[in-house]
């Protein structure tokens, strides 16, 4: 198959990916855990395992498994609950590594990035030493490893990343990157499964199968048409693109998070509405914090509920802008109110939605009074009286001041009785992050 080189398909596109993200960052920061096979994720027998060590993959662990079901494969496993906090610090600090790499960078998630160095001259061997030096800086400076795929287009180098990162460590070596240059594309793509492929999911997969289409190589046996007929025609066009060489989507500097959400899958069903009140005043407040610590904001606020049938109960409020934890979790208790009273719940969901940065005024509720340098306890300033300051500014203040728990709802007090299990439930599930 002849493939078409340009001044575009030159190799100028790196995708790197953290490995083992969530347990690499658990052994980072306890390094007796090192060589151990570690398990993060929630804890009862509804929870899933988040991340794994390589040594855990061993015996069979794998993301997104049922946490009992590893535990089972591995019972010398080391198991440690979610700290999201910790993890979007080192998510942080790996961004701007990358961002001082390249002037284009486009994050997905927390613990990968595509690069685009199509603004520099750069030889491709210049390219490839620049991922070595990137993977070298990423082991340096956060302690961590990544792969890094290369390539002239976006969907093969992360295809490349991956590749990699199934390679176990002692074979990877110090190396851990592997180059596709554009001559070499179709061989590299041809033999890879479609459900591997960025975009297809199991449905897409299972549609291709049904026409006896498996493998990349495959979609270049038949025409546009067919692949339009059976997955529309965005999807087709993309996959007859892909299978060509032909596919080369940008990478975007600003790719903008549409929505957060915070899930708590409870261990067995939980009747007590007033402990999911708690719950859902738990999950509000991270998703506040979370809000003003990155500085965005959000259009819409939403609660969910899933009964034991795995049927979802939402409702979804708009204003202008929320952004703190005080006035996001004033929003999701308005709306857990007016949900119905299901017999029992199974888990409880709140996300927010229409996310942009924080350039404008938040509405939130404020004291009456100032406080701050030459307040009196009262709230009133010494000589002079000071503006009204935001319930979630001080809120927000306290926290980081004072730790997490310094501030938070009542019902997730151990005072409160019943209801203090709340955060207990919390604290042992985790949370996920979407």
């Not at 855990?33 to 061993?58: F, H, N, Q």
């Not at 199934?166 to 180059?179: F, K, N, T, Y």
């Not at 609660?303 to 952004?323: N, Q």
């Amino acid at each position: 198959m002849s493939h078409r080189v340009d001044a575009r398909s030159q190799l100028r596109i790196l995708h790197v990916d953290l490995d083992a993200f969530f347990a690499a960052v658990e052994v980072l920061d306890e390094p007796a855990l090192a060589g151990r096979p570690v398990v993060v994720g929630g804890s009862g027998p509804r929870a899933v395992v988040a991340s794994c060590s390589y040594e855990a993959r061993r015996f069979g662990v794998r993301s997104a498994m049922p946490m009992l079901e590893a535990l089972r494969r591995c019972p010398e496993a080391v198991h440690r609950p979610p700290r999201m906090a910790r993890y979007r610090e080192i998510g942080r600090a790996f961004l701007a590594l990358l961002r001082a790499a390249a002037d284009v960078v486009e994050p997905v998630g927390l613990d990968e990035a595509y690069l685009d160095l199509g603004g520099n001259a750069r030889s491709d061997r210049q390219v490839e030493a620049l991922a070595q030096g990137l993977r070298r800086q990423v082991a340096t400076e956060l302690g961590l490893s990544a792969a890094v795929g290369v390539a002239a287009h976006k969907h093969v180098a992360k295809l490349a990343s991956r590749a990699v990162k199934r390679l176990p460590p002692a074979v990877r070596g110090e190396r851990g990157i592997l180059v596709v240059p554009p001559e070499a594309e179709a061989d590299f793509l041809g033999p890879l499964p479609l459900a591997a492929v960025p975009g297809v999911g199991p449905v897409t997969a299972a549609r291709l199968a049904a026409v006896g289409l498996h493998q990349v190589a495959d979609l270049r046996t038949v025409p546009r048409t067919v692949l339009r007929r059976r997955l529309g025609q965005a999807a087709g066009d993309r996959l007859f693109a892909l299978a060509r060489g032909q596919l080369d989507e940008p990478v975007r500097a600003s790719r903008p998070r549409r929505s957060i959400s915070k899930i708590v899958t409870f261990p067995s069903d939980v009747e007590d509405r007033e402990r999911l009140r708690g719950v859902v005043a738990v999950l509000a407040q991270a998703l506040g914090d979370q809000l003003a610590d990155e500085g965005l904001l959000a259009r819409s606020v939403s609660v969910g509920l899933r009964d034991p049938a795995h049927r979802d109960h939402h409702r979804t409020s708009s204003s202008d802008a929320v952004g703190g934890a005080w006035s996001v979790g004033r929003q999701a208790l308005a709306l857990f109110d007016r949900l119905p009273g299901l017999p029992a719940v199974r888990a409880v969901e709140v996300s927010v939605q229409g996310l942009r940065p924080r350039n404008e005024v938040v509405q939130s509720p404020t004291l009456p009074f100032g406080c701050g340098d030459g307040s009196t306890p009262g709230g009133v300033a010494v000589g002079r009286r000071r503006p009204p300051v935001s319930l979630d500014a001080v809120a927000s203040k306290l926290r980081t001041r004072f730790g997490p728990r310094a501030l938070q709802p009542a019902s997730t007090l151990p005072e409160a009785g019943a209801r203090g299990v709340a955060g207990g439930v919390v604290g042992s599930l985790g949370l996920r992050e979407d």
